[in-house]
């Protein structure tokens, strides 16, 4: 999900902490991607009827036994120009599970119904357990990233690398609670820029050259290294500017 190649180009900056190291804080989490996460669980563990509550309620327990303040944010209405990427991704995910599994999923607008489902199971189990939600108008991490740039929250959770280009400033990934020490990948927007250089405009400029939800294919031809290099030419800050002039016919950009 997100920006192609993306968590291999910010690998350099993670950080692995102990999950204790967020005691007192709180924290967004994209409801949606922890569903995802779960979609194989039936498949492996035979006898988990619904492996996505199981996880959610026991991923949640240990959060809160941590004292760690969660509130979950449910996706919105997709727009336009991602149907093509939803259609796929459900399409890959369901393909030969059974009877009608994939028929809806064409492109333009695809049908969702399990996957809502779940969703709406989830937010039941939420209203039981006292946690709160909310619903975004659109994409899950846009509003992540919003309550995170805002200070309404300390950091997000999530799998989608959308999240930075967003605005979000600390992001948690890679979620494990096996073992006496659980740990979570944390990125910080701030160690990005040191270490890697790249802003949030530069970001959105890789999405572009390597393909996102909203570009798949990016620029044919283009991969991470050559993407990296171009946008090393740039004078940092007018990046996009620069592409729009590239669109509009002029080949000619300013180097460092």
Same mark, same amino acid.
């Given at each position: 999900?997100?920006?192609? $190649?993306?968590?291999?180009? %910010?690998? !350099?900056?993670?950080?692995?902490?102990?999950?204790?190291?967020?005691?007192?804080?709180?924290? @967004?989490?994209?409801?949606?991607?922890?569903?995802? $996460?779960?979609?194989? &669980?039936?498949?492996?563990?035979?006898?988990?009827?619904? !492996?996505? %509550?199981?996880?959610?309620?026991? =991923? /949640?327990?240990?959060? /809160?036994?941590?004292?760690?303040?969660?509130?979950?944010?449910?996706?919105?209405?997709?727009?336009?120009?991602?149907?093509?990427?939803?259609?796929?991704?459900?399409?890959?995910?369901?393909?030969?599970?059974?009877?009608?599994? #994939?028929?809806?999923?064409?492109?333009?607008?695809?049908? =969702?119904?399990?996957?809502?489902?779940? /969703?709406?199971?989830?937010?039941?189990?939420?209203?039981? %357990?006292?946690?709160?939600y909310?619903?975004?108008?659109?994409? +899950?991490?846009?509003?992540? @990233? %919003?309550?995170?740039?805002?200070? &309404?929250?300390?950091g997000?959770?999530?799998?989608d690398?959308?999240?930075?280009?967003?605005?979000?400033? #600390?992001?948690?990934?890679?979620?494990?609670?096996?073992?006496?020490?659980?740990?979570?990948?944390?990125?910080?927007? @701030?160690?990005?820029?040191?270490?890697?250089?790249?802003?949030?405009?530069?970001?959105v +400029?890789?999405?572009?050259?390597?393909?996102?939800?909203?570009? !798949?294919?990016?620029? !044919?031809?283009?991969?991470k290294?050559?993407?990296?290099?171009?946008?090393?030419?740039?004078?940092?800050s007018? /990046?996009?500017?620069?592409?729009?002039?590239? @669109?509009?016919?002029?080949?000619?950009?300013?180097?460092?």
């Open positions: 999900m997100g920006v192609k $190649e993306l968590w291999t180009i %910010l690998s !350099p900056a993670k950080k692995e902490v102990s999950l204790d190291t967020l005691t007192g804080q709180t924290i @967004a989490v994209d409801l949606s991607v922890w569903i995802c $996460e779960n979609q194989g &669980v039936k498949a492996v563990q035979g006898k988990v009827s619904k !492996p996505h %509550l199981r996880n959610l309620f026991f =991923r /949640i327990s240990n959060l /809160i036994q941590l004292g760690i303040t969660l509130v979950f944010v449910v996706d919105g209405d997709p727009p336009e120009l991602k149907w093509e990427t939803i259609s796929n991704r459900i399409n890959s995910r369901y393909k030969g599970r059974g009877r009608g599994s #994939t028929k809806d999923y064409k492109i333009g607008k695809p049908g =969702r119904s399990h996957f809502k489902r779940q /969703i709406k199971e989830c937010l039941e189990l939420l209203d039981h %357990l006292g946690v709160p909310v619903q975004s108008k659109g994409e +899950a991490e846009a509003l992540c @990233a %919003l309550l995170n740039q805002e200070g &309404v929250v300390d997000c959770i999530t799998e690398g959308d999240v930075f280009l967003y605005g979000a400033t #600390t992001v948690y990934r890679n979620f494990n609670l096996a073992g006496k020490n659980p740990v979570i990948d944390c990125y910080k927007m @701030a160690n990005i820029k040191r270490q890697l250089g790249l802003t949030r405009e530069a970001l +400029a890789l999405a572009l050259l390597l393909g996102c939800d909203y570009v !798949p294919r990016g620029v !044919p031809g283009v991969g290294v050559h993407a990296l290099q171009l946008i090393s030419q740039f004078e940092g007018n /990046i996009l500017e620069q592409f729009k002039r590239w @669109a509009n016919g002029n080949v000619e950009f300013q180097r460092k």
